[in-house]
């Protein structure tokens, strides 16, 4: 019973991180995007534009590497906590 208790914590706590540094991840992709059209643009440029630009750059990464690699989040901790519970219960 205690090792579903672990787990069934552990997913939500692992879940929490997750959400959390998506939504962070997200959000410094999208300022790095601002401030590049920005740079490219002095004058502003033209609002649908930049909209535009903005929305293709995050489409690009959500499909990206960079985005997948925020789901080893819920791999590592659960495969240390494997081995830990293999090697204390293989002796």
Do not use: C, H, Q
């Not at 998506?22 to 999208?30: E, L, N, Q």
């Not at 609002?47 to 789901?71: D, H, N």
């Amino acid at each position: 019973m205690g090792l579903i208790k672990l787990f069934v914590f552990g997913f939500l706590f692992l879940s929490v991180i997750y959400l959390s540094v998506s939504v962070y991840s997200r959000s410094v992709r999208r300022e790095r995007l601002e401030k590049r059209w920005d740079a490219e643009n002095p004058d502003g440029g033209d609002l649908p534009a930049r909209t535009a630009y903005i929305e293709t750059g995050m489409a690009k990464y959500e499909s990206g590497f960079r985005k997948r690699l925020i789901v080893l989040i819920y791999i590592i901790p659960t495969v240390a906590v494997a081995v830990i519970l293999y090697l204390n219960n293989a002796n």
